[in-house]
């Protein structure tokens, strides 16, 4: 998100000018639409999420009060949306690590068709990584997930993080201190790709397709384009080390949003409806 240098842009964007505002809602379709895909496991639930955070952001634009920096003012819209989002595949199908620990220790993974539809196994392997550590996150309760993905994701520092979740910056450090060691506990017991345990993305590749978590013919995060945490997170204020862990969330990655987004965006705001709100 862009650093704080954006309140002449905001100013001009308040004033009515058009190019302000959509120069402020292009650099926020990136952090917004990956801290949805954080908190909701999927791509086509993260773009719907993100198209209505990005409307609430320009139609209250008005109400933005200048008493916290833009960027927190943002953050809160987006996290209260997205912790009360009952609209996902995850909302009504809850997870556990525990599942998840009894699949992969008792997965039949063996003795399976080949079901790759003639796509290269390494870029579904691929898939299937980032797929499947994404979807982990939905073991974790809302509030958990998003001080997870604020602080591994984000880097948020827990002065902005606490202002945002409405909570102490030391109750904030605590709290991200434990669910990264819950999230990095499982990954060296199960997980091979980064951790001690002996689950291989490359042998659950036909198992992925037959359970239906892994498409061959819709592979979103092989096919999308990686951006720098910098490009996304220009906040002011870096989240202090607080464990040494950082490492093993290495898969938590972003990603350009899809072109739908910005076109939806762009169309909203040439539309009759935006004229409404700027009349109102």
């Avoid at 100013?11 to 917004?32: C, N, R, W």
């Avoid at 200048?66 to 943002?74: D, G, P, Q, R």
Wanted: charged share 30%; proline share 3%.
């Amino acid at each position: 998100m862009e650093k704080e240098k954006t309140t002449e842009p905001i100013e001009k964007a308040l004033e009515g000018d058009g190019e302000a505002l959509e120069a402020i809602i292009g650099d926020l379709q990136a952090p917004v639409f990956n801290l949805a895909l954080r908190m909701l496991g999927t791509f086509a639930d993260a773009e719907d999420a993100a198209q209505e955070i990005l409307l609430k952001v320009i139609t209250n634009l008005s109400s933005f009060r200048k008493e916290s920096a833009f960027s927190t003012w943002v953050f809160s819209i987006a996290v209260n949306h997205l912790k009360n989002y009952k609209k996902h595949m995850f909302a009504h199908l809850p997870l556990s690590f525990e599942f998840y620990g009894e699949d992969i220790r008792n997965g039949k993974i063996h003795d399976l068709p080949d079901l790759t539809q003639n796509v290269e196994k390494n870029i579904l392997a691929e898939e299937l990584k980032m797929s499947c550590t994404n979807v982990m996150l939905q073991c974790l309760d809302a509030d958990s997930r998003c001080i997870f993905v604020l602080g591994t994701m984000f880097r948020l520092d827990s002065r902005m993080a606490g202002e945002i979740l409405g909570i102490t910056p030391e109750a904030y450090r605590q709290r991200l201190s434990r669910v990264r060691k819950k999230m990095a506990d499982f990954l060296s017991e199960y997980c091979g790709e980064y951790g001690k345990g002996k689950c291989k993305c490359a042998d659950r590749i036909n198992y992925a397709i037959q359970s239906h978590r892994l498409d061959p013919s819709h592979t979103d995060y092989t096919s999308a384009k990686e951006i720098s945490p910098e490009k996304m997170t220009n906040v002011k204020e870096a989240m202090e080390e607080i464990d040494g862990l950082a490492q093993s969330f290495s898969f938590v990655k972003a990603y350009e949003p899809p072109e739908r987004l910005s076109r939806y965006i762009k169309d909203f705001l040439g539309s009759d409806s935006m004229a409404a709100v700027k009349n109102s």
